[in-house]
């Protein structure tokens, strides 16, 4: 039905790995999925020629559509100035000038929010209404057997080992919000560690029943790794059938050259709600 592939936080500029970029690029070009979503922080210190060089890296992943959103580093940190004036000006001329956008695909719907805020949280980033408002118009827009996907750079949702960064304010009620109007799975970067799991692991939320899947990538090409994926490399390939959401996440291995898969989540769609023995009989092995 749907194939994503799933990076972020390449880092373009003293932390980026060349080998590593590369690894990637040829990842996705075995992979053939049908979008890509990078989400976030394609510089180190939103600097021209960083951008210039994730623009070109981005040129070379297969022609599918692509789905990216701003990070706190594709923002101005020391150049005050513009981080107060022209935040996003160099983020909208290499990679795109829409900071919230939609992705209208054959059985998705896929919005793209900015989370970054240059002025009051520039690390943590913050999710404002009108950003939510703006999702809720355009799933409300979306077919009826659409899965409903969003991104965001910052996490709304941490890792529940993971206690060394703080979620966005408001982040739960967005998370109650997006559940409301059908989001089913949300993706995101900034831990530079990759957490795959569901909303309700850390917030049981207004249902308390369902939840959203919640898909973190780490760092794709950079140095910068955290927690258990110190100085480690990581993507998610991502696959959505009628039944089901799989996901594996691959890391980068240095004796193998290349990355390769190390786990892999299956979670019901949101139509199922859970995984039960349809009418003509019970489940095949492979849905499992």
């Not at 959203?212 to 994926?229: D, L």
Request: charged share 25%; aromatic share 10%; hydrophobic share 35%.
């Amino acid at each position: 039905m749907l194939t994503l592939m799933h990076i972020s936080d390449l880092h373009f500029g003293p932390y980026y790995l060349p080998h590593v970029g590369e690894a990637a690029l040829k990842a996705a070009e075995a992979l053939q999925p049908d979008v890509i979503v990078a989400s976030g922080d394609f510089t180190q210190r939103a600097k021209i020629r960083e951008y210039e060089a994730a623009r070109e890296y981005l040129d070379r992943l297969p022609r599918v559509p692509l789905v990216v959103c701003p990070g706190n580093h594709d923002v101005p940190l020391y150049r005050v100035w513009e981080r107060l004036f022209t935040p996003h000006e160099l983020y909208q001329k290499y990679i795109t000038p829409e900071l919230n956008y939609t992705t209208t695909l054959e059985h998705a719907t896929i919005v793209s929010l900015d989370s970054t805020s240059p002025l009051r949280a520039i690390t943590n980033g913050r999710i404002r209404e009108s950003a939510i408002e703006y999702a809720r118009r355009e799933f409300r827009k979306a077919p009826a057997d659409h899965v409903r996907i969003l991104v965001a750079h910052h996490h709304f949702s941490p890792a529940p080992d993971y206690e060394k960064s703080s979620v966005m304010p408001n982040s739960r009620r967005a998370l109650d919000a997006f559940e409301q109007i059908g989001v089913e799975m949300i993706l995101g970067g900034h831990l530079h560690r990759a957490y795959i799991g569901n909303s309700l692991d850390v917030y049981p939320g207004k249902d308390r029943q369902h939840g959203i899947v919640i898909v973190q990538s780490g760092t794709t090409t950079s140095r910068r790794g955290r927690a258990r994926e110190k100085e480690k490399n990581s993507f998610n390939w991502i696959r959505v059938t009628e039944e089901a959401i799989r996901i594996t996440h691959y890391m980068y291995f240095q004796d193998a050259e290349g990355f390769a898969p190390v786990s892999r989540h299956i979670f019901p769609r949101a139509s199922r709600r859970y995984f039960s023995d349809p009418p003509g009989g019970p489940v095949t092995p492979e849905l499992w």
